[in-house]
């Protein structure tokens, strides 16, 4: 998945609420003010196609389009920090995060760093510590780990990233996110995959899913939304409509949790 290019601003509408006129997704996609001491918002974002399937050919890109990538952009630049598995980051070979001037701007007028980290989620850390992703970072990137995992592995990794033990055999969701809360680091953007979704939905902590609807069956497919953890979870998860936008091709759906949260939407694009 990448960042939209500069300069590129598709025309979206909304669908529900209805409303006429093109989009601000900034406003769109507003997040409820911080909140205070260590609470948490967990937002997830992907794009699918009308069979659930989150590739093609081992990746998103063949589902998304520019519409989709303004969406993806707009998330980033409002949360603190970009979560994501291991096995995204391998696939997808992830990059850091290189915003705009213009979202690095956006960003620093909302409070934010001017770059998010990405937190990299992975028991194995079976990660090339030489790419750029590691060596180009402009903000140092966190490993979460496992004590199971070797510590000669985890020792290496340090020397790119900075390690946090959250679990024993797996990360466990909510040692990993009070980890990022203690850093400040409290809206939380996760890119996937559907392994890391499946374990945040398991363990009930995913606020809100941003999902992208691609006009496009698949087919035949290794990757679905959610592959949830062997043995645990509390399900079934029930999501709330937020909004429906389009472009006239996907649809970009926005749904929380139910239960009582703060009111998204409001007041944070300047
Ligand atoms: N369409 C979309 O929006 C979208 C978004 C994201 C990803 N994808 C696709 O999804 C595919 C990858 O799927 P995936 O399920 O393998 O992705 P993933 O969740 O990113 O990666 C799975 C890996 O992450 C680590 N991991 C996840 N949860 C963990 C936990 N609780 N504890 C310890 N380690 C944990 C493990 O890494 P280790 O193996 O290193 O231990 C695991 O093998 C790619 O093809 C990618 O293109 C699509």
Redesign the pocket.
Known sequence: ?SEESAGSRPAVQRVFPPGAGQVDLGAAYALPPPTTGSAVHVRA????GLDG???IA???GP??GPADRAVFSTLRSLCDVVL?????????GYGPARPSEARQSLRRGLGLAAIPPIA????????DLDSPFFTEARARPIL???EVTPKERRMAASQRAEVVVA?AR????DQALAALAARGLTRVLC?????????LLAAARVDELCL?LSPTVAGPT??HLV?P?ARSGRWPVELELVHILTDGASLFLRYRRRGPQQEPGGTTRP
């Open positions: 998945m974002n992907f794009v699918t399937a989150t590739t081992g990746r998103s589902l998304s994501v598995g291991a096995g995204t980051v391998r696939q997808e990299v989620v992975s028991r194995s850390l079976q990660l979460f780990t496992t679990g797996t990360v466990d969701p890119e996937g995959g559907p392994t890391l979704f499946g374990h992208s290794s990757h592959v953890p």
